[in-house]
């Protein structure tokens, strides 16, 4: 009779992750954190470390519930001064500790990508900061932020966000199972900065319009974002982030427009911009092949 082998899984706290990511920090010996380097990024097979780790059996117990290889969670601690208030993202199966909250989807696989997005965009996060007091973002706040809905997302409006979302969250092969959920079946993808920068001025640029935000106010809410300012700055010599957006912004103000399900269902439908005849500035395209790990 052989007993079992004890395992034990990472125990991830929301320092180690951020928007689109879940390897933003790793504990080092002496019991800090670092930021991950450009390299590690770059390497599909590196993960962050924890500073603790859990018994499988434990987390399973929990977990009894939920049937998908990963979890989505967001970081609880934050500040309305912060660069972002609302920082989600998607992890690997793991024990989670209190200051990352988790949300439990019962959405079909089609829909987690807008899901995601619809809470790491800016007009999103625009709308926690003038709501979030102190340094939580509780699920009380949370059920009070305008997120868009699921009836919105239109077949269209999906096979729009849900590419971008594959390749900014899917660079590391411990998220294969979301991978699947999504569809996608190879390698992951390589960490881009400029790639990424595109990827999520794009989808801002969309989610400006689904709140039906105009252009003037875009404008106005790019500037109540002073850190992202004057990192931009120091390293672009401009707010590149938002020339982009109003950019993107206008060009999809020039596409035909499409009518969806708008966010309060008694207001009928709203117009979007019909972004099958979307041209993005990426190339290859969000989520081709060709952006990612080549396997040997």
């Known amino acids: ?21 879940h390897r933003w920090a790793t504990y080092q010996p002496n019991g800090k954190t670092r930021d ?11 993960v962050p470390l924890p500073r ?35 920082i989600f993202s998607v992890i690997p199966i793991s024990a989670v500790g209190h200051a990352m909250p988790l949300m439990y989807v019962a959405e079909a696989d089609n829909l987690i990508p807008a899901i995601l997005s619809g809470f790491d965009n800016l007009p999103f996060d625009y709308s ?18 305008p997120v868009i809905p699921s009836h919105t997302y239109t077949p269209a409006l999906l096979d729009f966000i849900r590419p971008r979302v594959l390749e900014l969250t ?10 699947r959920d999504l569809g996608y079946d190879g ?19 969309l989610y400006f319009r689904l709140y039906g935000i105009e252009r003037a106010d875009v404008d106005y809410i ?7 300012k004057r990192k931009d700055k120091a390293a672009q010599g401009e707010y590149r982030t938002k020339r982009v957006i109003l950019e993107l912004y206008d060009q999809m103000a020039g596409l035909p427009t499409m009518l969806v399900p ?12 019909d972004l099958s005849q979307w041209v993005t500035p990426l190339e290859p395209p969000p989520a081709d092949p060709r952006a990612a790990h080549v396997v040997e």
């Open 1 to 21: 009779m052989t007993s079992k082998i004890e395992r034990y899984l990472p125990l991830y706290e929301a320092k180690m992750m951020h928007q689109f990511t």
């Open 36 to 46: 991950m380097t450009l390299d590690e990024l770059r390497d599909a097979d590196a």
């Open 222 to 228: 790019m500037d109540t974002f002073p850190i992202v």
């Open 187 to 205: 390698p992951p993808f390589v960490w881009d900065d400029e790639r990424r920068f595109l990827m999520r001025c794009e989808l801002d640029a």
């Open 170 to 179: 899917y660079t590391a092969w411990d998220l294969q199972p979301f991978a």
């Open 128 to 145: 926690a900061r003038q709501k979030v007091g102190g340094i939580h973002l509780t699920y009380g706040y949370l059920k009070q932020l």
């Open 52 to 86: 603790y780790w859990v018994d499988e059996r434990e987390v399973e117990a929990r977990l009894e519930h939920w049937d998908r290889g990963w979890l989505l969670g967001f970081r609880d601690v934050t500040n309305t001064t912060n660069e972002r208030t609302g």
């Open 262 to 273: 708008a966010p309060k269902e008694e207001q009928g439908e709203i117009e979007a911009p």
